[in-house]
């Protein structure tokens, strides 16, 4: 029988949780599982002594997350901030007691519906928390992922199409069941009152950025990271809050501060922008490398498209903007009405995403990307063709940072 390397506690008194964590580290060898059949804030002293003599403690937070808090402040005294602990919580639990928890100490929080994977992923994470970390991004170094915003110059132009199957294609998937990403992407909803990104794949309504707005805190590290849901191998989302909130509620300094944590963290954020304009625009303006303008080629369509535009330069004079026509296949020949059309943006129509409405469809149907319901079509295609043009520009631009060896950079 193999001797025991590292041990985990569990202190909870439900005995799924305990069932949950003993099932995941009989995977892990020399590992055992104690179990305490009490909530963490009862058992005071002996919680002191359970975090001096194991590798981990996990527990299920309560009610009452200011107790928790203190229990956990104590045990990091107590072991001189060398106690590794993760905590289990409600889907319910207001995002102002997950930062007391992870203020208090605690490494990672899990909803206490995660998955045997899940639960064995961060299990692994808290036990290697005294291991050297990589630089975030791997090998961008503290290069900051690039952001691109996805706006649209009237409803029902496929902006959201477009966001969602761009973010999904930027990923990079590969492998025989296309489990492994490329590039880690972040796909974030800032429409407060009407986005649909997370419907268009399948995922429930965030209360985030309700609670940012509301509550008028601005978004730590923490908060960046447990906001977002995985909706498939390197994709994860921000999807908009089910309750309407003012656009005007958000701040800029918390937007500033949201995509800088997530540039930090992916190779890409991509933004859908709402159809209206707000004073917090400005920083997700000026931290975009590339903003994707969706429209139609009809005249009102392009009209709106102009004062979108303008607003846009005015907030961020040196982003760079790209048109996309949706619904519509590049012609051989530009028609007359394109021509004036383009004149009267300033800027050629580079990008076309045709009108594919059975794709389109099939997809949101199923709350799946194009990828998966549709990726022969040539709405599919197209987007394709755009994510690997914007790929091509980071990596540019990654490849230009590089030192040269022999020259001064």
Known sequence: MQAETQSIVVISEDPAVCALVASVAQFQPGTGVRKCASALSEINGTALQLAKENDLIIFRAGADAARDAAAVQEMMRHTGGAARILALAGSSMPFADLRQLTEAGVQDVLPDTASADEMSAAIRKCLRADEPQPVPGGARGNREGMVIAVSQSCGGAGATTLAVNLADCMTCRRGLRRQEAEFKVALLDFDLQFGAIGSFLDLPPNRCLYELASEGFVPDQVFAEQSLSEAAPGLWVLAAPAEIAPLHALRPEQVQALIAHLRLQFDFVVIGLPRALAD??????????????????????????????????????????????????????????????????????????????????????????????????????????????????????????????????
């Open 280 to 409: 917090w625009l400005t920083p997700v303006l000026e931290a975009s490398e590339r903003l994707l303008m969706v429209t139609g080629s009809s005249v009102p369509a392009i009209s709106q498209a102009r004062r979108l535009l303008d607003f846009y330069a005015e907030a961020s004079m040196s982003l760079q903007t790209d048109i996309v026509i949706s619904r519509e296949r590049k012609p051989l020949i530009a028609a007359s009405h394109h021509k004036e059309a383009a004149k009267l943006l300033q800027k050629p129509f580079k990008y076309w995403l045709p009108n594919d409405p059975s794709a389109a469809s099939a997809a949101a149907d199923r709350g799946v990307p194009l990828s998966a319901a549709a990726g022969r079509s040539s709405l599919a295609k197209a987007i394709r063709r755009l994510s690997r043009d914007l790929i091509e520009t980071k990596n540019a631009r990654a490849g230009a940072a590089q030192p040269q060896h022999g020259k001064a950079v």
